[in-house]
Every structure is written in structure tokens, then in C-alpha cells.
């Protein structure tokens, strides 16, 4: 296997203490966006229907239906623009460039309302404190866009390695998605249990929310812009099983966060390792693996190896 470390920049370096005014804009401007396919779109278990994703430019919501039309917006950090694009060949841009978050969002339902997407969404954001309703926050307005595509750089590596640790679990899995109220990249695993109702508590969040998210005992990994000096991988369960917080979780680097109730592996120990896949991949089964065991999981029923069929005797490949 080819080590995929920061020599050639796959992996990039960005001090979160270098671009928090950025993120901290760009925040706002998901919430905006993702809560307009929240509005538009059917109720998914955990709220799975309202996640961005990962793309080959950025993020995208993927297909949003409007009537017998379907819509989609990214995330452009490429040209550094909000695309949004309808099924019947209409395409609209808003510029990624330092403006306000009012600003932002009357641009974005002007957008919208040029496309014949009449949508009304929620007008504060979630899971911040203070939460400035979008039409009026005139505090955020920054936009670095060197730093936005390294972020969008740092997402496309985390994806891709959370991506292959998904692939070896054949239960409920939740997809590879980015969550733009906690403002972070997360894959979820569950034991096929139900869990008792989460406290809630997340700022400006109702209680119900996090009820519906955590309703099934789960182990839950992602990658999050903070937490570490460019970020950090975490993992934590639900509910936390005894012991967990001093289980053996690897490698070195990876500690358990009692404000957070999680593990963090700081991105920067992933990005200089000699295998930064390998590193981030150790973590992220070492934390699912504690979790697991101290709750009794039925591992054997439900992970898998995802090459299984490159073994099968006889098989005839595909291409």
C-alpha cells in the first residue's frame, strides 16, 4: 500500500487558530444552505436527509425534491461559488467571497426564488451560541478562500479513509456525511439496539432533535475542524458504556476528551504519521472496538470484509 503522507499536500496542513474567522462564516452559510434541504426534503431516520456531502469540488446536498423537479446546491471550493442547479437545466451561482451572513442569505432565496424554488427555512441557526438570526448577522463575514479549499482538502482525506473503515460493517450504517449544525464529517454504526432518550442540551437545539438523532444505541466517528491545532478525528458512543473512557485506543496521540465524552486523534499526529490512512484507521477501529466490546455487540453478525467476494473461489472478476 502507497503511504499517503503530507510530502506531495494530499494531506494539508491549516491551523484552525488561521482560519477561524472563515470557518466560523462558513458555518453560517451551511446552516443556510442545509436548511433549506432540510425544509424541502421527507424526514430520514437521525436526520440523515438534511447532511451535505464531500464532492469532487467541495460540498453538496445531493438531490433535493421540489415537486416533480429536483434540485441540488455545492459548494464550490474550486471557483469558490455556491452552485445550484434544477433537473429542468436551470443554474444559478452565488460568489464564496467576504460578505456578510445577511448578505448571504437573501442572496441565496433570491437564488432560489430565480429558480422557482419557493422554500421558507428556519431563521436562526442551530448549535451556537449566540444564535444571530441569518438576516441580521452582520458579524460574520469573513472568507479566506486559500483556507476553504484546504478545509475542503482536509474533508476529502477524512472521507475517503472513513469511507473504507464503513465499508467493513453490514449492519445499519449511517452514509459518509457532513453535519452543518455540529459542522462536522461523521459516519455513524449502530448495534441494532434502542438507546434511552438523549438529554439534549446542544445550544439554541431543541431537546427532540437530539432524541430522534440518538434513538438506537450507536458508535459514532467523524472529523471535525477543531479539537486539535488543525482539527482532529473523534469517536465516542451512546450510550457510553462503562469503562469505555479507559479503553486502549490507538495510536499514539489518541486521548479521551471528558468535557467532549470522546476520543480525539489531533489531525496534525494523522497528517505527519509515515501512513496517515493506516493512523486514522487504527483510531477509528480501536474506538468502534472498545465501544463494541464493553457493550456486548453481536460483532461477528454485523461486520464484514468488504473484499469477501475477491476470495470466493472461482469468481469471474467483473471488468
Known sequence: ???????????????????????????????????????????????????LYVSARGLATGAIPVGTRVLDMEFDFVDHALVLRTSDGGVATVALEPRTVARFHGEVLEA????????????TPN??????????????????????????????????????????????????????????????RFSGRNAPPHPGGAPNCGDWV????????????????????????????????????????????????????QYLYPYERARTAPDPDAAVTEFLQSAYAAAADLAQWDRGALECDPRRWDLEPGRQPMS
Open 1 to 51: 500500500m502507497t503511504d499517503r503522507n503530507s510530502s506531495d499536500g494530499s494531506w494539508p496542513s491549516l491551523r484552525v487558530d488561521g482560519w477561524t474567522p472563515t470557518r466560523d462564516t462558513l458555518h453560517m452559510w451551511m446552516q443556510i444552505v442545509g436548511k433549506v434541504r432540510m425544509a424541502l426534503s421527507p424526514l430520514v431516520n437521525h436526520w440523515w436527509q438534511v447532511t
Open 112 to 123: 432560489l426564488t430565480g429558480l422557482g424554488v419557493e422554500v421558507t427555512i428556519s431563521a
Open 127 to 188: 448549535e451556537v451560541d449566540p444564535a444571530i438570526p441569518f438576516a441580521d448577522d452582520v458579524i460574520h463575514a469573513s472568507y479566506d478562500a486559500d483556507a476553504a479549499t484546504l478545509f475542503w482538502r482536509q474533508l476529502v482525506q477524512a472521507d475517503r479513509v472513513v469511507r473504507d473503515f464503513r465499508a467493513h460493517f453490514i449492519g445499519k450504517v449511517s452514509p459518509v456525511h457532513f453535519f452543518w449544525g455540529s459542522f462536522d464529517l461523521a459516519c455513524t
Open 210 to 261: 437530539m432524541v430522534e438523532g440518538y434513538s438506537r444505541e450507536l458508535s459514532s466517528c467523524g472529523f471535525w475542524p477543531g479539537g486539535g491545532e488543525e482539527g482532529a478525528f473523534y469517536a465516542y458512543a451512546y450510550p457510553e458504556p462503562e469503562g469505555f473512557a479507559d479503553a486502549a485506543v490507538g495510536p499514539d496521540g489518541a486521548h479521551y476528551n471528558a468535557d467532549f465524552r
